[in-house]
């Protein structure tokens, strides 16, 4: 059960890498291509799936649902904004200045989304209030295309999949 805890938080994590992986520098040896490419191994041996006409059925299915929880989490909140302060109080980031110090937001590998990243940046401007609802108003309906893109891809997922293998998805954070 410790293993299975373990790749569900490095499956989380790892989701998102290769979409961001052009974007991002790599740190040390870290080969996000490579990781993703072990994580995916290891949840094909997790699913027990020997068969290579079946696993390319899944794993095709499987990197569907990757791609759309990586839109999902692109669209989450910016909390950066949390630790940082207004531009007009001491140690402040200027109004629409940098407030990541240069890294993409998107969260936990996310790929960033343009209208959350221009939410974030009426927020830390302090737009005016019919600006701050139509860029509400854009990245709710965008979440919610992005959540039901993510919804018909696990959709097609459980349709070729065991209960024991939906509920080893499940366990590992790839399905709700």
Do not use: C, H
Request: aromatic letters at 4%; glycine letters at 10%; proline letters at 5%.
């Amino acid at each position: 059960m410790k293993k299975l805890a373990l790749l569900a938080a490095a499956a989380f994590a790892v989701s998102g890498l290769t979409s961001t992986a052009q974007e991002q520098p790599r740190r040390g040896n870290f080969n996000p291509e490579e990781m993703r490419a072990r994580m995916t191994e290891r949840v094909r041996e997790l699913l027990e799936v020997k068969n290579e006409d079946e696993w390319k059925l899944i794993s095709a299915r499987i990197e569907k649902v990757r791609d759309a929880q990586n839109e999902v989490r692109g669209l989450n909140g910016d909390f950066r904004l949390l630790f940082s302060r207004g531009g007009d109080q001491p140690g402040g980031t200027p109004p629409g200045g940098d407030q990541g110090g240069g890294r993409p937001r998107g969260g936990f590998g996310g790929t960033p989304n343009p209208d959350a990243e221009a939410l974030s940046k009426a927020v830390t401007t302090k737009a005016p209030t019919e600006e701050m609802k139509q860029r509400l108003a854009r990245v709710r309906e965008a979440r919610k295309a992005a959540e039901a893109k993510y919804e018909k891809a696990a959709d097609d997922l459980r349709q070729v999949l065991t209960v024991r293998q939906e509920a080893t998805l499940v366990a590992v954070g790839l399905l709700k």
